[in-house]
């Protein structure tokens, strides 16, 4: 784990950070085209913490341009898998000498605590760039059977000039769950931001560039969903399109893809998870701690978090005072306090979102929690909301908002952790082997974990079923899939002057 400073020591780091604000564009920072930008805030205190360049369609065609120069003339798709892997790892040890300053960036910029930023989303993200190098010049293409006259071999290409679309709640681990695959493959990309949490993906272009991915390889172009989405969602030279966020913005991107050239399309999106815990759990102790992590770990605002928890009728209330007692430890504050676990929302809007939430908690009995401070922190709040149907039990709410619903038998456990238009996580805790395989397996969503909240890890693949996930997967191997195609070179060997001769 990597040690953690004084808050004292944190402020001083973050009044002394320079913050990067143009657009990283064919290897260079530059302002947007029009000369405007946006201001980012720091959402704990309101503070403003720099003016970005606003991009628009003009930027975002410079961007693809030199991206596709960059992936046509070779000079990173044509490298050797090993000689990419040695560029990227230097990027690692770059990542991991600033690793504080971009923690601190971090936290600032997204109002996520110091102590995450600095024990997981950092050291996760260099992990997941380190993976992703490290298994390029391990992956073997195929040959496919065929007769002696023949080889039919089945090899992998780099897809191309790849658009990356990101969201604010994990902006540099989500960066790295695609820029990893996708540089790691060969591919050139164009990266937009969530413009809440633009700067640490602007630092991690100048590193990748220091570290020397060449110009036009990583560009990333800072401004809105509606100036530098859309137009990247239907630029007819990107080749592919990788985005996280909900699932309202995902749709869209199917439709930018259908209305010009059929790019190929990866969804990840949104999640209403449920924490289904049997009379028969082991260790309520170590449950507890689980569901308060899965619901109130960086504030709620996680795709799979465990929202929803599903609990047997006969432990509900042994279950919930653990809960309760674990959750009241959790510090709300601060965010650059390394003792808060809870720190503020993203911004206003988003927590403004979140307030008509609570208000709907009124709905149900509100367990714990349930008020807001100083305009963007939300306590852990924990709702008996009756039934499924609620709201509360529907909605991703992303905040600190665990929605709790009794179940009488297994069955109604299964059923209801199903009815949900989401599939993406879930965690069912119980110690009958034969219930939890059964259960792992009727669940519909893309990670199952038994007896613990989680997410797996980089070696195994994350995304979701039903309307949580669209065409493929981060994480794992198979997260090369998305950035890669396949081609089919059929060699005959039949020469017709030898026909005839053995
Ligand atoms: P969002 O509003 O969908 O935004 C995601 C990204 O799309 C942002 O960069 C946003 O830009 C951009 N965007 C917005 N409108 C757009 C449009 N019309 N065309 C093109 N791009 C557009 O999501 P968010 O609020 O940032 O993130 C939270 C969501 O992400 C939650 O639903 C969460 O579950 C999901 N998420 C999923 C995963 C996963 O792996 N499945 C992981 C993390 C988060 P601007 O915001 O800059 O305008
Ligand atoms: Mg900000």
Known sequence: MSTLLTREEYENIARNLALPNEA?????????????????TNPATGAVLTEIAACAAEDVDLAVASARTAFDDGRWSRLRPGERKEVLLRLCELMARDATELAVMESLDSGKTIFDCTTIDV????????WHAELIDKIYDQVAPASDNHIAMVVREPVGVVGLVLPWNFPLLMLAWK????????CSVVLKPAAETSLTALRVAQLAHEAGVPAGVLNVVPGSGSAVGEPLGRHPDVDMVSFTGSTVTGRRFLHYSADSNLKEVVLEMGGKNPCVVMDDAEELDVVAAHVVNGAFWNMG????AASRLIVHKDIKDALLEKVMTLA????????????????????????????TYLAATKQGEILMGGRAIDGVFVEPTIVDVGSNDSLLAREEIFGPVLSVITVSNFDEAI???????????????TANTKRAIRGARAIRAGTVTVNSFGEGDIA???????????????????????????????????????????
């Open 460 to 502: 195994t693949p994350f995304g979701g079923y039903k309307q949580s996930g669209f065409g493929g997967r981060d994480n794992s191997i198979h997260a090369h899939d998305q950035y890669t195609q396949l081609k089919t070179i059929w060699l005959d060997l039949n020469v017709a002057s030898d026909a005839g001769k053995n």
């Open 179 to 186: 820029i990893g695959p996708a540089l790691a493959a060969g």
């Open 301 to 304: 605002e996680n795709c799979s």
């Open 123 to 130: 050291p996760e993200t260099i992990h997941c760039l380190r």
């Open 24 to 40: 990283f564009i064919d290897g260079a920072f530059r302002p947007a085209i029009s000369g405007k930008t946006f201001r980012t």
């Open 328 to 355: 009241a430890e959790w510090k709300v504050g601060d965010p650059l306090d390394p003792t808060v676990r809870v720190g503020a929302l993203v911004s206003k809007a988003h927590f403004d979102k979140v307030c």
């Open 415 to 429: 059923a209801v952790a199903n009815d949900t238009e989401y599939g993406l996580a879930a965690s069912l805790f």
